[in-house]
Nanobody
Framework: VQLQASGGGLVQAGGSLRLSCAASGRTSSMYGMGWFRQAPGKERELVAAISWSGANTYYADSVKGRFAISRDNAKNTVYLQMNSLKPEDTAVYYC?????????????????WGQGTLVTVSS
């Protein structure tokens, strides 16, 4: 499976961005999906995750109420809608896929990774 993340960019604080992660290859299997981010000098962290069915989601406390993860399995695409962005949201955002249809909170559990897309929030 190949993952292609897009949608990053420069936005002012309070603004919005929508990230997309398009999957190609063996997409007939079920995958849980996660969006991770890594800021300079910090460890990679899970921001949001979604199960294959979309019925279950996870959000880090820092983004609850501001970010929304969704997926369109017909298009093999996962989205991360980011609203009310803050300078501390500045990071490279990565999408990742985990075989089996569900997600976990540990990055080591994910099997496939996209290349990352940079989000910069100016104050």
């Amino acid at each position: 499976v190949q993952l292609q993340a897009s949608g990053g960019g420069l936005v002012q604080a309070g603004g919005s961005l929508r990230l997309s992660c398009a999957a190609s290859g063996r997409t007939s299997s079920m995958y849980g999906m996660g969006w991770f981010r890594q800021a300079p000098g910090k460890e990679r962290e899970l921001v949001a995750a979604i199960s294959w069915s979309g019925a279950n989601t996870y959000y880090a406390d820092s983004v609850k109420g501001r970010f929304a993860i969704s997926r369109d399995n017909a298009k093999n695409t996962v989205y991360l809608q980011m609203n009310s962005l803050k300078p501390e949201d500045t990071a490279v955002y990565y999408c990742a896929a985990k075989r089996g249809g569900y997600y976990t909170l540990r990055d080591n559990d994910y099997d496939y990774w996209g290349q990352g897309t940079l989000v910069t929030v100016s104050s």
